[in-house]
C-alpha cells in the first residue's frame, strides 16, 4: 500500500496540478480572469439565483382552456363539413368533452358518418408514431353522432402549445434579448421562468399575466332584433369597458392577430390617447382589406383575450393592412400589449404557480456570509486536526487543502451552479472529508498499540480503513442522490456538492494523503533506523 | 534521493483526547438509554400532534417576503397595521437577523394559484415606499402539495435505500438496528422542530436527509468493527464484544463528530440567516446521530441476536447475502 511507482505518483501530482489550474479562476474577479493570457482556464462555478439575485417563477398552462379551444374549433369544422356536404343538421353541442350531432334526416347518417371521419387526422407525435387518428367518430343507438379528441391528440396539442408558449415567453420576458434568461419546459404543462438579476417580477408577471389573443369580429347587423337568443354562428362577447354589456360577434373571426406583423405602442394625434398602430403581412391584409371593402358602414369589434375592446365602424375600406386599436389604453398597458401582440399569442392562459425572487443585496450577504463560514469551519477544522494528529494531521490538512480545489474544479468543469446550500455543502464537506483520515489515523493508531512497526502499522491503517470508508461513504452518497433525484433548485446544489465532496474526499485520502505519508516515511526511514510515527 | 531530504515534515506528536484502553461500559446503561430514547420520540410523537410543525410556504402555500428597511430600523408595529389591514388572514411579521430587516409570511390564500399573486401584489403596494424587497418566496397550492410528497418520499426512500444497503453489506440485525436508530434521528429532530416551532421547509428536509446519511455513516463504522471483532473473538460474549467495539471506535466517531460540529457551527453562527434553522437541524442531527449509533444501533444487536460464525467467509457480502436468524 506505500509503494508508488513513478508513473503513479506524477499521476497523483497531475491530477492535483489540473484542479488547482482549473479552480483558480473562481478566487478573482471575472475582469481579472478576463485578462488573463488566453492558454490559462477561465470557467468560473456559476451561481444560483439565490446567490447572485434573480427571479425563479413556474408557470402552470392551463390545460382546460387548451381542451376547450380545441373542441370549440372542432365544433366549427363539423358544422363547416356538414354544411359542405349539404347535411340538415338539427343541432350540433358540445358536452363533457364531446361534440354532439343531431341530424335532421337519419338517413343521413352513413353520409355525415363519413364526412366527419374525413377531419380525422393522424397525431404527429414523436413518441407514439403509431398513426392513431385525433379524433373518433361514433355514433349511439339512438342516431347522435359524437366527435371527440383522442388522448394523444390532446397529449400532442398540450406538447406542441407549451413549445409555443415558451417561445412566446421568451420574447415576452426578454424583448430585447439583453437579459440573460433561461426558459425552460417543466414537467408535462409547466414552465420555468429564471432571470437574473430581477428582484421585481411586476413586470415579467403583467406581460406572461395575458394570453394576447387578437381577433376582429364581424359584428351581428341587428342585435336587438335576437331579443338575447344567440343565432347559430355568433357568440356572445363582454365589453372590456363596460361591465355586463356583451356584444354579438360572428364566431369565426375575419382576421386573427396571428397575421400582425408589426405592433408598436403610439399616441392618437387628435386625442392624445395611447393606442397600438399595428401592420397585417400579406394575406392579413387581403383578407381584411376584402372584408371592411364589402361592409362600409357596418361596425366590427376588435377582440383580445375573450373581450371586446372597442367596435368601431368601417369608414373606409381599409386596404393597406395597417391599421390602429384604440381601447382605453394607458401608456403602460399599450407597451405591455404591443409586446405582446409582436411576441405573438400564448396558446393559453399561464398562472405563476411558485416564485422566488432574491434580491442582489441579500444575494451578496449570502455570498460573504457563506464565505465566511467557509473560512471560519475550515480553519477550526485545521486546527483541531493538527491538534489532534499532530504531524499526520499537517498531512490530512493538505490534503483537505486539495479536497477543496477538487472539488471546485469538478463544480467549475461540470458547470454545476453554486446555490447558498451549495455553500452549506462545501462547508459541511470540509468536516465530513477528514472522516477518512480519521478512520486511516485511528486505525494507525490501533495497529501500533498492538505492537505492529511503523511500516506494517500504516500500511494495515489504510488498507483496513479502505473496507469501512467505502461502507460508510456510499450511504451518504445514497443520501445525496435521493435529494438531488427529488429535490428542487437549490436543495439540487445542496446534493450536488455533498456528493461530488463525497468522491473528492475518499479520492484524496487514499490517493494524495497516502502518497505523503509514504514520502514521509521514506524519509524518515533515511533518517533512522526505528521510526517513531507521531500520531 | 539527497540525505538531507528528511526534514520533510516538523514532528510533532498528535493528542490522544481518548485516553488508551478507554472501556466505557456503554453496555450497561443501554436500558437506560433505551428508556430516554423511547420516551424522547413519544415526546417527539406527542409533539408533532399537538403543537404540528411550524411549515413554512414551501409545505403550506402561500407568501414570504423578506424586507429591509430603507432607513433606519423597520418598525413592525407599523407593518403590522399595514399589511394586517389588507385582510389576507393570518399574517405574521418578525425581525429577521437584523433589526432593519423583517420576514413577513401570509397563510394561503383561498382561490386558487392566482390569489396568491393577488395577495402579493397588495402587500408590495404598502410596503414598497419604505422597504426594499429582498426576497420573495410565493408557493401556489399545487407546488406546496407536490413538495410535501417528495419531501415525504425523499425521506422514506432515503432510509430504504440504506436498510437494503446495510441488509446486503452485513446481516439483517444490523439493517434493524440501523433503521431503528434512524428512525429515531428523523423522529426526534422534527420533534424538536414541533417544540421550538422552528420553521419547517425544504432546506430541513434537506438536513433530515443529510442526517440520516451521517447518522448511517456513524452507525456502519461501529457495525464494521464489530463484525470484524466477531471473527476475531470467538468466544467473546456478545455484550462485551459489542462495548469492545464500540470503544474502539469512540475517539473516531467523536473525532469525525467534532469536526462536523466546528464547520457547522461556523454555518449555524456567520452562514446568514436564511441557512441558519438548516444549520441549527444539523447541528442538532449530528449530536443526536452520534448518540443513537452507540446507544440504539449497537445495543440492538444484542436483543436481536446475531450470527457468530463468520469464519472461513472472506467475503462478506457472499455471507450476508443469506441471513440466518441464530
Known sequence: MLHFSGFKTISIVLVCLAAFVLALPNFFTRATVDSWPSFLPKGQVSLGLDLRGGAHLLLAMDTQELKADLLGTLRQDTRAALRRARIGVRAIGLRNETVRVRLLKQEDSEKALTELRRLAQPVTSDLLGSGENNITVAQTADGLITLQFTEAAIRQRIVDALGGAIETVRRRVDPTGNVDATITRNGADRILVQVPGVDDTADIKRRIGKAARLSFHAVHPDEQATGGVVPPGYRAYPSA??????????????????????????????????IISFRFN?????????????????????????????????????????????????????????INLKSGALPATLTVIEERTVGPTLGADSISSGTMAFMLGAVGTIIFTIIVYGTFGIIAVLGLFVNAMLLIAAMTFLGSTLTLPGIAGLVLTIGMAVDANVLIYERIREELRSGKSAVQAIDNGFSRAMVTIVDSQTTTLAAAIIMFWLGSGPIRGFAVTLSIGIFTSVFTAVTVVRLLVALWLRAERERSRTVDVPI | ?????????????????????????????????????????????????????????????????????????????????RVGGLGLGDVQIQEFGDPRDVLIRVEQQAGGETSQQEALRKIQEVVSADYDQRRVEVVGPAVSGELRLTGLIAVLAAIVAIILYIWLRFEWQFAIGAVLALTHDVLITMGLFAVLQLEFDLSIVAALLTILGYSVNDTVVVADRIRENLRKYKRMVLPDLLNRSINETLSRTLMTSGTTLIVLMALYLFGGEVIRNFAFAMLFGVVIGTYSSIFIAAPVLELLGVKRDWSGLDNEAKASAQPSAS
Open chain 1, 241 to 274: 369597458e363596460t361591465a355586463g354589456f356583451n356584444y354579438l360577434l360572428r364566431a369565426v373571426p375575419v382576421v386573427k392577430g396571428d397575421d400582425l406583423v408589426e405592433a408598436q405602442p403610439s399616441f392618437d394625434q387628435r386625442t392624445n390617447e395611447p
Open chain 1, 282 to 338: 400579406q394575406s392579413g391584409a387581403r383578407k381584411f382589406g376584402r372584408w371592411t371593402s364589402e361592409n362600409v358602414g357596418r361596425p366590427f369589434a376588435i377582440v383580445l383575450d375573450g373581450e371586446v375592446l372597442s367596435a368601431p365602424v368601417v369608414r373606409e375600406p381599409i386596404i393597406t393592412g395597417s391599421g390602429q386599436i384604440s381601447g382605453g389604453f394607458t401608456t403602460q398597458t399599450a407597451t405591455d400589449l404591443a
Open chain 2, 1 to 81: 534521493m539527497a540525505k538531507q531530504s528528511y526534514q520533510f515534515l516538523p514532528r510533532f506528536k498528535g493528542w490522544h483526547f481518548i485516553p488508551e484502553g478507554t472501556n466505557v461500559p456503554f453496555m450497561t446503561y443501554r436500558r437506560v438509554c433505551f428508556w430516554t430514547s423511547i420516551a424522547m420520540m413519544l415526546a417527539a410523537m406527542t409533539a408533532f400532534l399537538v403543537l404540528g410543525l411550524n411549515y413554512g410556504v414551501d409545505f403550506k402555500g402561500g407568501t414570504m417576503i423578506e424586507l429591509r428597511a430603507k432607513s433606519g430600523n423597520a418598525d413592525i408595529p407599523d407593518l403590522r397595521t
